[in-house]
């Protein structure tokens, strides 16, 4: 494993969860959230400039090598904090420190604000808080969520030749460097006759069900302890707006904001710049 990373077991309520462990033996705990689709290896750039801390990047379940969730049930966004916190239980880990990518990110936002005492620092790349809905949609989106859950059928694993066909197909779903897509894609691959099948779950690729209102993700930003970091893409994308990030920040007790130019995976495709703030404030 590059960068003297090792896989390690972790076991959870939900299922065993696997992660990539480097650095300092005793250093500072840093606890590493991937970006929905992604997994753990989306840290493997990062990680050499991380090197003073004991860095822990999960797969989060259905991702990567992690267990998918049992048969019959969904991925609720409530249930991602326990995951997070049975990992740090696992680990033994009282507090740490949290980085988290886009849907990590969220996810490392909501465990900030309902565990307080369990995180230190919270840094964030493209993200502060989950994606909100219109309340005028709830309706709508739960109906259209619950269909295409019951319309969801088990059919035989989409077979892929080799790497390079499924780097080509995870760059045309994503925007991002062909090296940034090789490391992601490499983890979630598993051998099937044939050629290769994705690790993922595919039922991450159904629709949320709920959204929070937007006052409601304001409400839970206000309640958060921890200092926050978020280095955020310029340009923003269309579901990170940079008037959502700035008015998201301004609810923080003790928030800041540091805008790079570039894309949605700029930790992977630019990590000694993302490295810089980051170990300013994580320091």
């Known amino acids: 494993m590059p960068m003297g990373l090792r896989e390690i077991r972790l076991d959870s309520a939900r299922g065993e969860l696997a992660a990539l462990r480097g650095g300092t033996p005793g250093g500072p705990r840093l606890l590493c959230l991937h970006g929905w689709l992604d997994n ?3 840290f493997l750039p990062l990680a050499p400039h991380l090197a003073q801390f004991d860095l822990v990047a999960l797969d989060l379940p259905g ?8 048969p019959g049930y969904d991925y609720a966004f409530a249930d991602w904090v326990h995951d997070v916190l049975d990992a740090m ?3 033994g880990w009282p507090q740490a420190d949290l980085l988290g990518h886009s849907m990590g990110g969220a996810i490392a936002t909501a465990v900030a604000a309902a565990a307080p005492e369990r995180v230190r620092r919270l840094a964030l790349v493209e993200a502060l808080g989950p994606i909100s809905g219109e309340p005028a949609q709830a309706g709508q989106r739960l109906r259209d969520a619950v269909a295409a859950r019951r319309a969801m059928a088990p059919r035989p694993p989409r077979v892929i030749p080799d790497l390079d066909a499924a780097v080509a197909a995870r760059l045309v779903a994503s925007r991002m460097t062909p090296d940034a897509a090789r490391l992601i894609v490499e983890r979630n691959l598993r051998p099937v006759e044939g050629g290769h099948a994705w690790r993922s779950d595919p039922r991450l690729t159904l629709p949320s069900a709920l959204r929070m209102a937007e006052e409601t993700v304001q409400s839970l930003l206000r309640s958060i302890e921890a200092p926050v970091l978020v280095i955020a893409a310029d340009p923003s994308p269309p579901y990170f707006p940079a008037a959502v990030r700035e008015a998201r920040l301004a609810c923080l007790a003790d928030g800041r904001a540091e805008v790079i130019e570039g894309g949605h995976h700029l930790h992977m495709e630019q ?9 300013g404030f994580l320091r």
């Open 63 to 70: 991702h990567g090598a992690s267990a998918h969730r049992a």
């Open 40 to 42: 753990a290896a989306s």
């Open 271 to 279: 990590a000694a710049r993302v490295a810089a703030p980051l170990l």
């Open 89 to 91: 239980d696992a680990l």
